[in-house]
């Protein structure tokens, strides 16, 4: 991986550990990861309300794959002190989605 999109895809990660929200309510996690993208990316973003998917277009008789990330977090608190940790009281990243959906990006950084 080049380190510049380590460093972003890390950056990513930090942010969104910082900002948890539960299922079905990822309002702010779903834009950050959408502007995250279209500001690094070319790849094409589909808004489906409460999700999103970004598509790379291999090419003509080119195999495809899909790829996935949920990007909800879990209603507990923050037990570890972290310089990026939650800032959400009650809500923390604790089930790794954070880290799923910065490593994806970090995938969309790669491909592009």
Not at 86 to 111: F, N, V
Request: charged residues 25%; glycine residues 6%; proline residues 4%.
């Amino acid at each position: 991986m080049k380190v510049q999109n380590y460093e972003l895809a890390k950056k990513l990660s930090h942010e969104l550990h910082q900002h948890p929200e539960l299922s079905n309510e990822e309002v702010w996690t779903k834009q950050y990861l959408m502007e995250f993208l279209k500001a690094n990316t070319n790849l094409e973003l589909v808004d489906k309300r409460n999700w999103f998917y970004a598509i790379y277009r291999a090419g003509v008789n080119k195999p495809n794959i899909a790829f996935r990330a949920d990007f909800d977090a879990l209603l507990m608190d923050e037990v570890i002190d972290l310089p990026w940790g939650s800032k959400i009281p009650g809500t923390a990243h604790k089930c790794g989605h954070d880290g799923h959906s910065a490593t994806l990006a970090g995938l969309a950084l790669e491909i592009d």
